[in-house]
């Protein structure tokens, strides 16, 4: 998100003083007013945010509009697909290995899911993914991140699917 703070590139708990410092400076020492040769675009940019910043009304009503727009993003979702909190067995193998291994899946979306597994799983690894009671072939994805837990002998990790799969919550026996 580009805010006011950023186009100044201040720190949103700074001073009133250092706001009115640095906007000065911009638009003199570092020349940015246009009279001065600068870029009329970034002057326009600068000269919005110190109008905002440099009122302490205006600047905590700016304050308060930011942080709903983040708490916002973050409650409206912004991931790619539905998940949905699940706790299933489910078995994998790690390419070109043929040893299937026991994992437990926590978090699934059409997408991919988050698994917990026995011993560490390298990002980039290709992965097969079968389901306990299912007549439907093994899921192929990739592992996207994967961090240690309990000390380390078992691994959270999210994989992502080569391809979405829609019936996810069937094939995992969570039928919603």
Known sequence: MNTHYKTLGVMPDVPQEIITAVYRTWMQALKVHPD?????????????????????VSRSEYDAKIK????????????????FRVSVDVAYCVAPDDKWNAARTYD?????????????VKVGSHISIGFSGSTTPAV??????????????HYDCGVEFFKPVADILERLGCQR
Not at 140 to 153: D, I, L
């Open 140 to 153: 192929e994805a990739t592992v996207k991140w994967s961090r240690p837990v309990n000390g380390g002998t």
């Open 108 to 120: 699934a979306s059409a997408l991919g899911l988050r698994l917990q597994v026995k011993g560490e």
């Open 68 to 83: 709903e727009e983040k708490n916002s993003s973050i409650t409206s979702g912004s991931r790619r697909a539905p998940r």
């Open 36 to 56: 001065l040769g600068g870029d009329e675009e970034l002057a326009k940019r600068i000269n919005e945010a110190y109008e905002v910043l440099r009122d302490p």
